[in-house]
């Protein structure tokens, strides 16, 4: 069930949440809505686009997915684990939104998704007091097979069947001149635009670093090779550093296997969370 929650007018100049992409934006405002009273939901990219985008019927879940491992996850506002419920044994996946009871005010919270969660708790922290397993789930874990779509677009045009073009607005059988395949459209009254029709045009802002990262890295490593990019995000700590790394697996024989080197010597057994590799680039 949807709830309402509270945006801090910080969230906007935060350098982390201010900078998102529109697509990704929206898609966090949506995951708050959308949240139990702890932060916590089920891991349902199909659900979470029909949820947040019920409109946009030409959003992919490929680019719910591209927007968590490219943005998301990468800048530290989710987090995605597993956890095996001990009455049945299931094992079910979650995402959970950090630190949000710093920035929600729950007044009477309603039952958590799960058993026994209590204001304050993170995935380990739950997991250690309740005895129980708990694993945390990296962008390699999630199913990339669906299209991403490029930083700043929300939903991808889509080609109507023949016969199934809109009609004129009198209803009276006439249709519209139809759009070429693949050209950019305008949001249609009510309807949030997601910044498609910009990305379109040329512009002189100066490139994010952390985009030319992910540009770079699928030229190198190849285009389904988001998550390894944004693992070698987390390893690295800086675009820049992880730039670096990619620029060396560039000059090697198998640069997925170099920037895998890396990421594993990132990353820590002992609780799965990453730290940065000490000393020289591997």
Not at 19 to 26: D, G, N, R, V
Not at 105 to 132: C, F, H, M, Q
Not at 155 to 166: M, Q, Y
Not at 194 to 203: I, S
Request: charged fraction near 30%; include cysteine; aromatic fraction near 6%.
């Amino acid at each position: 069930m949807a709830r309402i929650r509270t945006i801090k007018p910080e969230f906007w100049t935060d350098a982390k949440t201010g900078t998102l992409p529109e697509f990704a934006k929206c898609l966090f405002l949506g995951l708050l809505n959308h949240a139990d009273d702890y932060g916590v939901l089920d891991f349902d990219p199909v659900g979470w686009r029909a949820k947040i985008f019920p409109y946009h019927s030409d959003t992919t879940t490929g680019a719910v997915n591209a927007a968590l491992i490219d943005h998301l996850l990468p800048r530290g506002l989710v987090v995605l684990f597993s956890h095996t419920d001990a009455e049945d044994g299931e094992t079910k996946r979650y995402l959970f939104i950090k630190h949000f009871h710093r920035h929600q005010v729950i007044n009477k919270p309603s039952k958590p998704l799960l058993r026994e969660w209590k204001n304050g708790d993170t995935p380990a922290t739950y997991a250690r007091r309740l005895g129980i397993e708990h694993q945390t789930i990296g962008p390699a874990d999630i199913d990339t097979e669906c299209p991403s779509l490029p930083d700043g677009s929300g939903s991808a045009p889509v080609a109507l069947l023949p016969g199934k073009e809109r009609k004129g607005k009198e209803g009276n059988g006439k249709d519209q001149d139809a759009a070429p395949v693949g050209a950019p459209r305008s949001a249609r009254p009510g309807e949030l635009d997601l910044g498609q029709a910009e990305a379109a045009k040329p512009t002189n802002q100066p490139s994010d670093p952390e985009t030319e990262l992910f540009s770079r890295g699928r030229k190198v490593l190849g285009k389904s090779a988001g998550g390894m990019i944004a693992q070698l995000l987390k390893a690295k700590g800086k675009p820049e550093l992880a730039r670096a790394a990619l620029e060396v697996a560039a000059t090697k024989e198998n640069p997925r296997e170099y920037i895998g080197a890396i990421i594993r010597g990132a990353k820590d057994e002992d609780d799965g969370t990453w730290r940065k590799v000490n000393g020289a680039i591997l």
